[in-house]
Antibody, heavy 123, light 110 residues
Framework: QVQLQESGPGLVKPSQTLSLTCTVS??????????WSWIRQPPGKGLEWIGY???????YYNPSLKSRVTISVDTSKNQFSLKLSSVTAADTAVYYC???????????????WGQGTTVTVSS | QSALTQPASVSGSPGQSITISCTGT?????????VSWYQQHPGKAPKLMIY???NRPSGVPDRFSGSKSGNTASLTISGLQAEDEADYYC??????????FGGGTKLTVL
């Protein structure tokens, strides 16, 4: 059974870069059958899709975050990562990684999620 | 891309049916059959309930169903149960090859 686990600093200073990693266990990130997504949820607010990556390295980003986001994949470690630059307090959120059905075609829905990790932006 | 439009809240009594709407545009909901619905209990990660408008993942009760007409998708829960009380989010694939979420709907079981 595939499981996802987010990891990274829980506190980031304003203007710095937020870096998170999602480790995939119980399955291969290189299977080609899935996309791998990042989603966030500010306190008390709704979900915001950040972007996704295919194992080949193809990426798609939320237009509102595109200038600050980089998602990468490390197939040797079965991990994918998120970098968000120039963070402000508005980037404070629970960050989730998720597996998205339909790799190689249209994404079809995120069926496996990590437990989420809270990132606070504060000096 | 603009968020999809969902009602802020809906409510129903146990055993009843409720429907949550999700309105977008021809560039997302209306243009693709890639609409998903997620259930989120407080403090928990979202759970996929419906994908591709009306498909249920294994393990999701058949009380949950999805449909779409034009630019509006809908999630219907029949035979409402106390454990269905949660936040529900719709999501749609877009013409920009991205996902967009709705603002979320809080379901209260009276």
């Amino acid at each position: 059974q595939v499981q996802l686990q987010e990891s990274g600093p829980g506190l980031v200073k304003p203007s710095q870069t937020l870096s998170l990693t999602c480790t995939v266990s119980g399955g291969s990130i290189s299977s080609g059958d899935y996309y791998w997504s990042w989603i966030r949820q500010p306190p008390g607010k709704g979900l915001e899709w950040i972007g996704y990556i295919y194992y080949s390295g193809s990426t798609y980003y939320n237009p509102s975050l595109k200038s600050r986001v980089t998602i990468s994949v490390d197939t040797s470690k079965n991990q994918f990562s998120l970098k968000l630059s120039s963070v402000t307090a508005a980037d404070t959120a629970v960050y989730y990684c998720a597996r998205d059905l339909g790799g190689g075609s249209y994404p079809r829905g995120m069926d496996v999620w990590g437990q989420g990790t809270t990132v606070t932006v504060s000096s | 891309q603009s968020a999809l439009t969902q009602p802020a809240s809906v409510s129903g009594s146990p055993g009843q049916s409720i429907t949550i709407s999700c309105t977008g545009t021809s560039s997302d909901v209306g243009g693709y059959n890639y609409v998903s619905w997620y259930q989120q209990h407080p403090g928990k990660a979202p759970k996929l309930m419906i994908y591709e408008v009306s498909n249920r993942p294994s393990g999701v009760p058949d009380r949950f169903s999805g449909s779409k007409s034009g630019n509006t998708a809908s999630l219907t829960i029949s035979g409402l149960q106390a454990e269905d009380e949660a936040d529900y989010y719709c999501s749609s694939y877009t013409s920009s090859s991205t996902w967009v979420f709705g603002g979320g709907t809080k379901l209260t079981v009276l």
